[in-house]
């Protein structure tokens, strides 16, 4: 069966400082990989989406970046966070075909002071 | 670009009564999804509807995709305290995208 990792489940960083969070997907070959932010009670902002390797589409112009190193492997990082990129950071994965389900990691709960 | 209005945002609910959450769209979607993301929680995966009419039933949930494929609808019957959550539709988009619903949250007051 399949598994999605997403680690930490939370962090806090001050504003400035680099972000790296890492998410990876066991069980399946060449999915499609995504990563969502969620402010609080609110819904779900498309960030990036990645189809293949080094394969990686931005949604939303911002101070995040995304990259896909490996298969299987999807980061999300920064070099100097904002305040306002405080959240809830969700990976998922989905079968490389169209409008398939997609599976969500725990989530990171991202604070920055 | 392609969006999937959810309504209503909020909804407060006393166990045992009835709950719907409805999906719009402005254009022909490809299927539609649900999701159900408990408090704390990631979003988990429902159900997909894919066929125009379509009626799913999973116990006490009955998904329902309109025949045009621009709506949907979610309806619990008799809700208990463990239907708490944001509920989320998705719709399948023109580039095989899903496109999501800013979600319904439910609240049961035992």
């Known amino acids: 069966s399949q598994t999605i990792h997403q680690w930490p489940a939370t962090l806090v960083q001050p504003v400035g400082s680099p972000l790296s969070l890492e998410c990876t997907v066991e069980?399946?070959?060449?999915?499609?990989l995504y990563w969502y932010r969620q402010a609080a009670g609110r819904g779900l902002q498309l960030l990036f989406y990645?189809?293949?390797?080094?394969?990686i589409s931005s949604e939303v112009p911002q101070n995040l970046s995304a990259s896909r190193p490996q298969d299987r492997q999807f980061i999300l990082s920064s070099k100097k966070l904002l305040l306002s990129d405080s959240g809830f950071y969700l990976c998922?994965?989905?079968?490389?075909?169209?409008?398939?389900?997609?599976?969500f990691g725990d989530g990171t709960r991202l604070s920055i002071l | 670009g392609q969006q999937v209005m959810q309504i209503p945002q909020y909804q407060h609910v006393q166990e045992g009564e009835d709950f719907t959450t409805y999906c719009n769209s402005s254009t022909t979607l490809s299927n539609i999804q649900w999701y159900k993301q408990r408090p704390g929680g990631h979003p988990v995966f429902l159900i997909q509807?894919?066929?125009?009419?379509e009626v799913k039933k999973q116990k006490r949930l009955t998904f329902q995709f309109g025949e045009a494929k621009k709506n949907s609808s979610l309806h619990i019957t008799a809700t208990q305290t463990t239907d708490v959550g944001t509920y989320f539709c998705a719709g399948g988009g023109s580039q095989g995208n899903l496109i999501f619903g800013k979600g319904t949250k439910l609240s049961v007051k035992p």
């Open positions: 998922a994965w989905s079968r490389d075909r169209r409008n398939q389900p997609q599976h």
């Open positions: 509807l894919v066929k125009s009419g």
């Open positions: 990645s189809v293949g390797i080094g394969q």
């Open positions: 069980g399946t070959s060449n999915p499609n």
